[in-house]
């Protein structure tokens, strides 16, 4: 229940939900015309600062460089992927799908081809405010075996609801397998809370961050006239916003609850 609760407090901050919010009190203070005003002007400025695509890469870059990957990337006992890439084998989709975050998956393969070490472990069972049909480790691992990671050499964790249980489940299972470095596959946005729970979690292992799915990358010159239209708001420079927003509201939630 507390996870629930967790996940609605999460959606109502979120940019959209908060322009929301303020343009139905607009509608609602007919006879208030100050605070009607001010309400609007407030959905307007949330609305033209969180889609503004120079303060959106701003936001995006101060987290996603916070750990940039090693090179060369050394070897350790195992590559971890967390969970929140994958897209489950439901109706009408044929196939278990990659998301936006797909990129940890391909990643974790892709370091498995390259010798970086001898197992994978996929984790995650179903996040807070999803529907699945079995846990998405174990639709992870089929993914990974059909770009070529033999399933002899995936290891599946499928009760994590979250970042913290990730590290809390998975802490004794490195100390069954012996694992001392491990290689952290997540998103680059979510790089930032993984390592300090992890950390924080189970101290006795070393690990590597190994960041995927960036979203702000350095950036070309272009002239001042595309530049100029990154004011506009755009659907893609909210989204990007709220992923976010996201982060630094989960970490914060997380250094309150003494986990990172």
């Not at 001010?38 to 949330?46: H, M, Q, Y």
């Not at 979510?190 to 990358?217: E, K, L």
């Amino acid at each position: 229940m507390a996870g629930f609760l967790y996940f609605i407090l999460l959606r109502l901050l979120y940019p959209t939900s908060i322009v929301l919010v303020l343009l139905v009190v607009t509608m609602l203070c007919r006879h208030r015309p100050t605070l009607r005003r001010w309400s609007f002007g407030l959905a307007l400025t949330v609305l033209l600062v969180c889609g503004n695509g120079w303060v959106v890469h701003g936001v995006v870059r101060y987290l996603e460089w916070q750990y940039l990957p090693p090179d060369p990337m050394p070897t350790a006992d195992a590559i971890l992927v967390l969970s929140g890439g994958i897209r489950g084998a439901q109706p009408p989709r044929a196939t278990v799908e990659v998301n936006e975050s797909g990129d940890r998956v391909l990643y974790g393969a892709e370091l498995y081809r390259l010798g970086r070490a001898p197992k994978v472990i996929c984790t995650g069972n179903v996040s807070t405010g999803s529907m699945r049909r079995r846990s998405e480790a174990e639709d992870m691992a089929d993914l990974l075996v059909r770009i070529g990671v033999p399933r002899a050499a995936i290891v599946l964790e499928t009760k994590a609801l979250n970042t913290h249980d990730h590290a809390v489940n998975l802490c004794p299972m490195f100390a069954a397998l012996e694992v001392r470095r491990v290689l952290l596959v997540t998103s680059a946005l979510h790089m930032t809370r993984s390592v300090g729970v992890f950390r924080r979690a189970c101290p006795d292992v070393d690990y590597v961050p190994a960041p995927t799915d960036f979203r702000a990358v350095a950036r070309l010159p272009v002239p001042w006239h595309r530049s100029a239209a990154n004011l506009i708001p755009t659907p893609q420079a909210l989204v990007d916003f709220t992923d976010a927003a996201h982060e630094y509201l989960g970490m914060a939630y997380y250094r309150l609850r003494g986990w990172m």
